[in-house]
């Protein structure tokens, strides 16, 4: 009787790799930009483990143009060392849903669907704001209805949950006015530190100040999103009238400090 190596599992987030495919030359191209951090490990199980390959590679390339996937699966052999066979394609439409096609399709979109973006945002209302950056003329910032269209585009930007902006919430706050809740703001790996994240956030702040909403909120921040609103913040704050002399007070004393700590070191050197 053959006796089956015990077979320990892999986690995904150690043999999956997830790309974003701006062209058709990129796709396939393990030089793709690759989506990090991204927790595939929940997917698969309790674990988070895939069984019975031997180095097992999964990469997946997301088109920039339309969101569809394509996922290219290569393993030396495959045999059950007691947990069995992962059927990985179940778990893969699981995460991809209708986006996952075939290698010829996906390369197909990009000129199928090419203006794919720009259809669904025609009958969107560009936002104007006044930004505390310089502006981008190529940058529109565009306000659209989930709905038609739009709910189709939101359908297929799902399977990026992980950075997608998820929604903005309206929440009542007492007695006649509502709050905004951000899930969070989602910038592509290609076009991150063009200051888009800022944008949208500072363009999220006016239409609230427009529609008379109480404040806005961030649900679970990362970081860096952190630190973008506290940026924004301490810029609004200096144009705050109630606390400028407390600021200019405090911005003095500061000074002050400076100098003294500056005068008393030359002191003690001299």
């Known amino acids: 009787m053959a006796r089956h190596r015990y077979d320990a599992g892999v986690e995904a987030n150690e043999c999956m790799k997830v790309f974003i495919a701006r062209n058709p030359d990129e796709a396939g191209s393990a030089n793709s930009t690759s989506l990090q951090p991204f927790d595939l490990n929940h997917f698969f199980g309790e674990d988070g483990k895939i069984y019975g390959y031997k180095n097992l590679k999964i990469n997946v390339w997301i088109s920039a143009i339309s969101f569809h996937a394509y996922a290219d699966i290569s393993f030396e052999e495959t045999s059950d060392g007691g947990k069995g066979i992962t059927d990985l394609k179940p778990v893969l439409q699981n995460i991809f849903g209708e986006n996952l096609v075939e290698k010829d399709e996906f390369l197909k979109t990009f000129s199928k669907e090419c203006e794919y973006l720009s259809n669904v945002v025609t009958d969107g209302n560009v936002i104007k704001h006044g930004a505390s950056i310089d502006e981008d003329s190529a940058v529109e910032i565009v306000r659209v209805e989930l709905q038609g269209a739009a709910a189709f585009l939101y359908c297929r930007l799902v399977p990026l949950i992980l950075l997608l902006v998820e929604a903005v919430h309206h929440f009542y706050h007492y007695p006649e006015s509502t709050r905004l809740r951000i899930s969070q703001i989602l910038v592509l ?70 100098l003294s700590k500056r005068t008393s070191k030359r002191s003690s050197t001299g």
């Open 189 to 258: 790996p290609p076009y991150q530190g063009e200051g888009h994240g800022l944008r949208l956030l500072e363009t999220i702040n006016s239409i609230s100040e427009s529609e008379n909403i109480y404040d806005v909120t961030i649900e679970d921040p990362s970081d860096y999103l952190q630190y973008i609103r506290s940026s924004i913040d301490c810029l609004r704050l200096l144009t705050f009238d109630p606390i400028k002399p407390a600021l200019c007070s405090m911005v003095l004393s500061l000074k002050e400090t400076n």
